[in-house]
């Protein structure tokens, strides 16, 4: 499906239309969010196509389109089937980017090779890694983007903190590998008289923390209940730039995160180190215990780096930048090694095209061509 919104109006540069495919239903959530909120910036300038990003058909470009957007895993998927098209003003591709595990990227080493840019939604912990990773030769076209959020839509819940010593972390998210929700239930062994929460779904339970379910966090009801906890606990392995650390922010909590969830060197963000559960159960312990003038000191640093970097300002105004910009770098050479490495990461691993929702994706592409054309938009 696709939706037509903007007023043509003269575009700067060459772009006179953006082909926008993300995410962007209902919702204040991520990814949703993002589509819309980047969507709305895009109308501004230019008119904009919506796609879903696991439609199976796929663009052709006409003089002055561009086509931005997330490509998913499913090679049969209307962002990568589009951007082997030739006749595109600018391909930039906006993503999440975790370079610590070749499963979470591999899909897109072939995809890149084909874009002007990729922005890279990340924390600094993985920018700072990305020399030295499976995507290093990826590095030319990367533009690192923080993610946003709109604090009116996070308003803060957290006014008061519990008295030290009775402290209690909340877990939000699902059970995906990334996630690491093994390391979450060996930390809370060390945590026996801490009240643990875990708000989402997964395909198991996360021991030691009482299940809560999905929440809207949009009512009142969704807000008052991750209002009655002091931090949000986090310890992904390979986890991009994870959304809940800012709204955690936003709404008064004290986010604590492996710096493999993204953000790192940040003092209002509590490290805890990944695979070492003692050393991470004894940080969550001393912060239990700190004066309260201490929390409210980081809760308000938080607040400040919100407004100051982490905001859809800043993003979106990123994201046409790189729409109107003539930059469109080499990738850098790809030993042989690794682009086996990738590729055996992407068959084999969870986003393999012969599993699940990518194997589905791909019958449904495959019946299309069969069947005939489809529509361009």
Known sequence: ????????????????????????????????????????????????????????????????????????????????????????????????????????IGFADRVLERCDLFLAITGAHWMARAATSDASHWLPKIVHVDLAVDRNDYPVVKHEFAPAGQRSFIYIGNTAWYKNPAYLEEIAIRLPSARLGWIGRGDRPIRGFDALGPQDFSTQAGRELVGGFDFLVTVGSADANPTTIIEAMAWGLIPVCTPESGYSGIASIPNVPLGDADRAGAILRRLCGLPDRELRQMQAANWALLDRQFNWDRLCSQVVEAVESHLSPTLDDEPLERRIRLAWATWTGPFSPLRGTQLRLGVKAVKSVLLGPRPGR
């Open 1 to 104: 499906m696709s939706r037509h919104r903007g007023t043509p109006a003269p575009a700067p540069g060459r772009v006179r239309r953006v082909h926008l495919v993300y995410p962007h239903g209902p919702g204040i959530a991520t990814p949703n969010a993002i589509g819309r909120r980047v969507g709305w910036a895009l109308e501004g300038r230019y008119e904009v196509v919506y796609h879903d990003w696991d439609d199976t058909g796929a663009i052709t470009p006409e003089p002055g389109d561009a086509l931005v957007g997330h490509p998913h895993p499913a090679p049969w998927t209307i962002f990568r089937r589009s951007a082997e098209r030739r006749g595109w003003s600018r391909i930039i591709m906006l993503a999440p980017f975790s370079p610590g595990d070749p499963r979470q």
